[in-house]
Antibody, heavy 119, light 109 residues
Framework: QVQLVQSGAEVKKPGASVKVSCKAS????????MHWVRQAPGQGLEWMGM????????NYAQKFQGRVTMTRDTSTSTVYMELSSLRSEDTAVYYC????????????WGQGTLVTVSS | EIVLTQSPGTLSLSPGERATLSCRAS???????LAWYQQKPGQAPRLLIY???SRATGIPDRFSGSGSGTDFTLTISRLEPGDFAVYYC??????????FGQGTKLEIK
């Protein structure tokens, strides 16, 4: 069965960077695009961007351009999301989620990683 | 950017009742690219409906989706205790990739 297992919670200071991992199993890693979606406390869902694990191509939401980097390691079936220049508004749960190419919806989700930005 | 507006913000119903949740888009959305998710406290969202009306794997037929253009609906025919959660609609468009509605909280009356 498809499983996405994310790294643990992080506490960061403003201005720092955070790198969250998402290890995939149960399917061919390069067959699904991987997206990142975040959710601030008590708020809704916000799409951040995606990576195609097959070729490494990325597409980031305009809001995060210049601050987010998504990479993958095909040898370990792991996707990474790095967010830099953190501010308090980046405090959120960050989810990875799969998308069958061109389907444009998210069928499997990781358990989420809480990132807290606080001085 | 395409904005999705969900209504009502909170819906209070009893088990066994029928729930109707609305998702309205600021401009026309392809039905192929409209999805619904359920999220329970402390959990990741779960895909319920894709392509506006197709149920995801394992989703009971009590859940149904409909609509086109700018108006979409999620209907839960007979509420069960496990259905009380927050529901989000989501769309994809070339010009405005992957936006979500603000959510509808379905609570027990």
């Amino acid at each position: 069965q498809v499983q996405l297992v994310q790294s643990g919670a992080e506490v960061k200071k403003p201005g720092a960077s955070v790198k969250v991992s998402c290890k995939a199993s149960g399917y061919t890693f390069t067959s699904y695009h991987m997206h990142w979606v975040r959710q601030a406390p008590g708020q809704g869902l916000e799409w951040m961007g995606m990576i195609n694990p097959s070729g490494g191509g990325t597409n980031y939401a305009q809001k995060f351009q210049g601050r987010v980097t998504m990479t993958r390691d095909t040898s370990t079936s792991t996707v990474y999301m790095e967010l830099s220049s953190l501010r308090s508004e980046d405090t959120a749960v960050y989810y990875c989620a799969t998308e069958s190419p061109a389907k444009c919806y998210f069928d499997y989700w990781g358990q989420g990683t809480l990132v807290t930005v606080s001085s | 950017e395409i904005v999705l507006t969900q209504s009502p913000g909170t819906l209070s119903l009893s088990p066994g009742e029928r729930a109707t949740l609305s998702c309205r888009a600021s401009q026309s959305v392809s039905s192929s690219y409209l999805a619904w998710y359920q999220q329970k406290p402390g959990q990741a969202p779960r895909l319920l409906i894709y392509g506006a009306s197709s149920r995801a794997t394992g989703i009971p037929d009590r859940f149904s989706g409909s609509g086109s253009g700018t108006d979409f609906t999620l209907t839960i025919s007979r509420l069960e205790p496990g259905d009380f959660a927050v529901y989000y609609c989501q769309q994809y468009d070339n010009s405005s990739p992957y936006t979500f509605g603000q959510g509808t909280k379905l609570e027990i009356k």
